[in-house]
């Protein structure tokens, strides 16, 4: 197997709402991830992506990337796999090249949302859930946000104060991230303590309220990996390496998990990512986490192996999450606060990464010279995940 | 056996109840089962009350909760007044309703309040 690095890293353009079509948007990411990596020999082309036959009416997302950017002979395909899809085809991608068969692989994911109105796209991402024993009661993902925030403030006494305290930090990490759909800062009593808070933050799914959730966004993301032994042809320094990568699988009715709040296929997904790479948790200085919900990014830093069980909400208190914090999360403004086009935001994640690992990611920089990424794609919910580490190996 | 009571897949290797239903046993990996009667009696596990339905559910806000029958959990709409009605732990009983509509067609299923 050989190694494999990340040569080129690009956000087109800054999400939320774009105007023109879903093309043209991941045409936008991957030209800048090119224009980053310094090369357009791109052998494979992956995109990632979750509802455009549905949404958009368009399939066969590869090979109109490859046609409208002519990237011509460059092959290509479309990744599917719910919110996880970013990461997974980063993943394809990472096994193209150590495998052999590509030198030089182009992943884009991308995905319009804002285009439905939105019982209609809650209703297409609820068709990720169960179709007899969860869809067709009308279960969506906030409410499966909900059933695991309910069960966490029972058994480990976390509160709607400690989401909120995890939607603060995001967004504050949000407003200096260019690319972030929401540029907004809250507060504690902005969103929970003050009168206004029940008309600023309204209850969605009990105990719920829409700052406890990502918003629904259009956006794209990109990056250019490359064989490690070709990839000083290419002089893009450091050099930052795809060090681990793991999938983790569970059941797809939440219901038929023994203990609903833990989730496995994080632990499996970190645990494989960790042993790839040779690391420890204890290595890893700074962290992407896949908070469609807040309690999510709660969650999966204790089934990661990050915090104890039922202890990763004192950290929020105690800020140690934050930028300047013992171990950020989200340096991004996560999904929270960067957004959530499904099939862009594992890709985006490890974009955010190799800036910071390259020390380039401009005012949200964490300092000390961080040398050790981790993120966790979070994919129907908690049924599908992938977990990557990337690591600076040069300069 | 009739439609109308929750039911399970047993495994028929190694007894194992499922729902919902595999194409191979979660324990044992074997692929014969018997749709065998569940309790219609559960409780609570957790639950939530859904301000944002999503398309094809015609209330404004819907109860929400996974149900735990003693060998097999049902997740499914509650009928309640209100959320202060509900708690963790409390006993619910199943009955057959419509729950929603799909492309125009009405779609039944389970549906569960108190006893």
């Not at chain 1, 058994?155 to 930090?169: F, H, M, N, P, Q």
């Not at chain 2, 559960?42 to 094809?56: D, E, H, R, Y």
């Not at chain 2, 149900?67 to 006993?91: A, F, P």
Request: with cysteine; charged share 20%.
């Amino acid at each position: 197997m050989r190694d494999v690095a990340i040569i080129g890293a690009g956000i087109g353009s800054r999400w939320g709402k774009y105007s023109g079509s879903l093309i043209e948007m991941m045409a936008k990411a991957s030209l800048s991830a090119i224009d980053d990596a310094g090369t357009d020999e791109i052998d494979a082309v992956f995109v990632a992506n979750m509802g455009a036959g549905r949404i958009n009416n368009q399939t066969a997302l590869g090979s109109a990337l490859i046609d409208y950017l002519n990237l011509f002979p460059a092959v290509g395909a479309s990744i599917e796999n719910g919110p996880a899809s970013g990461a997974t085809a980063a993943r394809i991608g990472y096994m193209a090249i150590a495998s052999g068969v590509h030198d030089v692989v182009m992943i884009t994911g991308g995905e319009k949302m804002r285009v439905a109105p939105g019982p209609v796209v809650t209703d297409f991402v609820a068709t990720m859930a169960h179709p007899e024993a969860e869809y067709i009661h009308g279960i969506t993902f906030p409410s499966l946000g909900a059933f695991l925030a309910r069960l966490y403030f029972e058994k480990y006494g976390v509160t709607s104060e400690d989401l909120a305290r995890v939607a603060i930090k995001n967004h504050q990490n949000g407003l200096k991230n260019p690319h972030a759909h929401i540029q907004q800062k809250i507060t504690m009593e902005g969103i929970l303590t003050s009168r206004e808070a029940k008309l600023n933050n309204p209850m969605i799914a009990d105990p719920l309220h829409l700052y406890d959730m990502c918003p629904v966004s259009d956006g794209s993301a990109s990056l250019i990996l490359c064989s490690m032994d070709k990839v000083q042809e290419f002089e893009r320094t450091p050099i930052i390496k795809f060090a681990g990568t793991g999938q983790g699988m569970d059941t797809m009715a939440v219901h038929e998990r023994e203990d609903p709040t833990f989730l496995k296929a994080v632990k499996i997904a970190s645990d494989q990512a960790f042993k790839m790479a040779g690391l420890t948790r204890e290595d890893i200085d700074l962290a992407e986490i896949h908070d469609a919900f807040e309690i999510l990014e709660l969650a999966e830093l204790e089934s990661a192996g990050f915090y104890e069980r039922g202890k990763s909400h004192l950290s929020i208190r105690e800020g140690e999450t934050e930028l300047l914090g013992k171990f950020p999360v989200n340096t991004s403004g996560g999904l929270k606060a960067r957004g959530h086009p499904v099939g862009a935001t594992g890709v985006a994640q490890l974009c955010e990464l190799v800036w910071q690992l390259r020390g380039e990611a401009g005012e949200r920089q964490v300092p000390n010279d961080p040398k050790h990424g981790y993120a966790v794609n979070f994919g129907g919910f908690g049924n599908n995940v992938v977990s990557t580490i990337l690591s600076r190996i040069t300069g | 056996m009739s439609e109308h009571i929750p039911f399970g897949y047993k495994c028929l290797n190694c007894g194992k109840l499922h729902y919902p239903k595999h194409g191979r046993c979660l324990q044992c990996k074997h692929r014969e089962f018997e749709k065998v009667p569940v309790s219609s009696e559960g409780t609570l596990i957790t639950f939530t009350q859904l301000k944002a339905p999503p398309s094809g559910i015609e209330s404004r806000s819907l109860f929400l909760g996974v149900i735990d029958l003693g060998d097999v959990r049902y997740t499914g709409q509650i009928e309640v007044e209100s959320i202060d009605s509900l708690h963790i732990g409390m006993k619910l009983v199943a009955t057959w309703k419509q729950v929603r509509t799909i492309d125009n067609r009405s779609i039944y299923g389970f549906v569960w309040g108190p006893p």
